[in-house]
């Protein structure tokens, strides 16, 4: 997953930071609501860890931006010291997806996070998905490029979905074993095969790859010019 931690105290922040990066995350991080916000707005992430008491614009008012301003449906953790019924309610009114009180395991911050990135996933994906003259409904598993079918294993046509959901997104090796396997891989080898069977696939129905290996990062899809 992608995640931005918003939190304005450097130890609690270092801690999440280097946990979640260690458990294999792509993370980043801002100790204000400002650029905070500027960052859940633009970044594409997968999920947010947003305290509440920020500087310059409290977690409350982002996330309420980011949901009303923005339309931005990021999952989002509120992270607080606040722990009343009424502070809770109020983060949940504002649009937060879930809430944990400081002092908390950071294993639990990970499972939260992924708990609600993969209830998102489940909403997001099951639409029809269109990126230039590439479609593919996840329902019916049908997958055209430029009118033409194109058949695919289950596991390249996961690997299709992810890219599809976020075109010109750079997506890590990780990111793609964790979205499509559940799990990292020992080697690359099991990524590199599948990503092989479809661009492969791809390239002969529309007459181009529209997968672009982007070196030392990972793997983007690219729609047509």
């Not at 458990?23 to 916000?37: F, N, P, S, Y």
């Not at 614009?57 to 931005?72: Q, W």
């Not at 055209?144 to 079918?149: C, N």
């Amino acid at each position: 997953m992608r995640i931005l931690i918003i939190e304005d105290d450097p130890a609690i922040a270092a801690n999440l930071y280097d946990f979640l990066e260690a458990r294999g995350h792509t993370v980043d991080a801002a100790a204000d609501g400002v650029t905070g916000l500027h960052l859940a707005v633009t970044g594409g992430f997968d999920a947010i860890v947003l305290d509440l008491g920020l500087p310059g614009i409290d977690g409350g008012t982002v996330c309420r931006k980011l949901r009303e301003e923005a339309h931005d449906d990021t999952p989002v953790l509120m992270l607080t010291a606040r722990d009343t019924l009424d502070d809770k309610l109020g983060g949940f009114a504002r649009g937060a997806d879930d809430y944990i009180v400081k002092p908390f395991a950071l294993r639990e911050v990970e499972a939260r996070l992924a708990a609600m990135h993969k209830r998102r996933a489940g909403r997001v994906t099951a639409r029809p998905l269109s990126v230039g003259g590439l479609h593919f409904d996840p329902t019916t598993l049908v997958v055209r490029f430029h009118g033409k079918d194109v058949r695919l294993p289950p596991k390249c046509m996961r690997l299709l979905q992810v890219l599809m959901a976020q075109p010109n997104r750079v997506f890590s090796r990780k990111e793609l074993e964790a979205e499509v396997w559940g799990e990292g891989q020992e080697t690359s080898d099991t990524l590199r095969s599948h990503m092989h069977v479809l661009r492969r696939e791809l390239a002969q129905a529309g007459g181009r790859d529209p997968i672009e290996n982007v070196h030392g990062l990972g793997y983007r899809l690219v729609p047509d010019a």
